[in-house]
């Protein structure tokens, strides 16, 4: 899990004005994959500095932080206790098994009930000294934090744009931290009315005045939703890259890309750098030949 992503040139979409290249986070790690390492890692020193035994956090089950979570604590000596957007009983997801299988202990808090019960829990219980919980898609600046420090083993600040897809908006943040003022950073949220990620991405920086672009337009309907145009883009991608893409992230960025190289949004003569921040789990809701490459599929180094 420690090795440096690569950095790979999509030369189909670079001409003489742009130049366009993709992040692959998602090479980093088969299960622990993409940003999730990079968010895992700062919480996984803390938990091991506060003597945890038990790492707990929150996601639904399709979630890439729960089954990473899973992974990172069973390969570092720590118990997982999962709390699940799901009700108990529903068919397990390939996700909840993987986790299973990892050790985690899995507990259901409901669907509609699921984000008052999470507060709940933060709020009111008095875990044992030995738990360590962790936010939902691990967000925090210990999870900025660990996203931030890319640019100190990369060459990530020769890009005049950085563009990422948007969930908790932690992946964003440690960008932003991380970039020099000549540098936009552009990011694509994958929620519909998500009113308030932006404060919740400044409240991660370092300096809040910092400038970057969030574009509402790119999410296709919502959370794990998609469209017929967003898969066929995967599709085509996948025939023009062999870079497998999901559908809740790297699908969505990818797809307001090409809609943005259509709209000539982009400065001319300029470097464009997308992150691929992995994690395949949504994929695993489509039936098997909606996607033309395996819906778990990881492809090789490139």
């Known amino acids: ?11 189909n979409f670079s001409n003489n004005q742009l130049e366009v290249d993709m992040l692959r986070l998602d090479l980093v790690h088969p299960i622990v994959s993409g940003n999730k390492w990079y968010k895992l890692k700062h919480h996984l020193l803390a938990a091991k500095a506060q003597n945890a035994t038990l790492l707990a ?11 990473a979570l899973a992974h990172a604590a069973k390969q570092n000596g720590f118990k997982s206790l999962g709390y699940i957007r799901a009700n108990k009983g529903e068919p397990l997801t390939p996700t909840i098994q993987q986790a299973i299988h990892d050790g985690m202990t899995i507990q259901y808090l409901g669907r509609s009930s699921f984000q008052e019960r999470k507060k709940h829990i933060l709020q009111t219980s008095s875990p044992p000294h030995h738990t360590y919980f962790i936010e939902e898609g691990g967000y925090g600046a210990l999870g900025t934090k660990g996203i931030t ?25 440690g960008l932003i931290n991380g970039a020099q003022m000549h540098q936009k950073i552009v990011g694509i949220p994958v929620l519909k009315n998500e009113g308030s990620i932006a404060s919740e991405i400044r409240a991660l920086l370092i300096d809040p005045s910092k400038e970057f672009t969030l574009l509402h337009q790119f999410h296709q309907g919502g959370y794990a939703k998609t469209t017929p145009a967003q898969i066929d883009w995967m599709n085509q991608f996948w025939n023009l890259t062999q870079i ?4 809740v992230y790297t699908g969505k960025l990818i797809y307001a890309f ?16 997308m992150v691929h921040s992995g994690g395949l789990q949504g994929n695993q809701s489509l039936a098997k030949d909606v996607l033309i490459y395996p819906i778990n599929s990881h492809s090789k180094m490139c």
């Not at 899990?1 to 030369?11: E, G, R, V, Y």
């Not at 929150?58 to 089954?67: C, D």
């Not at 497998?244 to 559908?247: A, K, L, R």
């Not at 090409?258 to 750098?273: A, E, G, R």
């Open 244 to 247: 497998p893409t999901d559908i």
């Open 1 to 11: 899990m420690h090795t440096i992503p690569s950095i790979q040139n999509l030369a």
């Open 57 to 67: 956090s929150f996601g639904g089950p399709y979630s890439n932080h729960i089954v």
């Open 258 to 273: 090409h809609q943005l190289l259509q709209s000539n949004y982009f400065i001319k003569d300029t470097k464009i750098l």
């Open 149 to 173: 420090e890319l640019f100190s083993s990369l060459p990530l600040t020769q890009y005049d744009y950085i563009l990422c897809a948007v969930g908790t908006g932690t992946m964003m943040a």
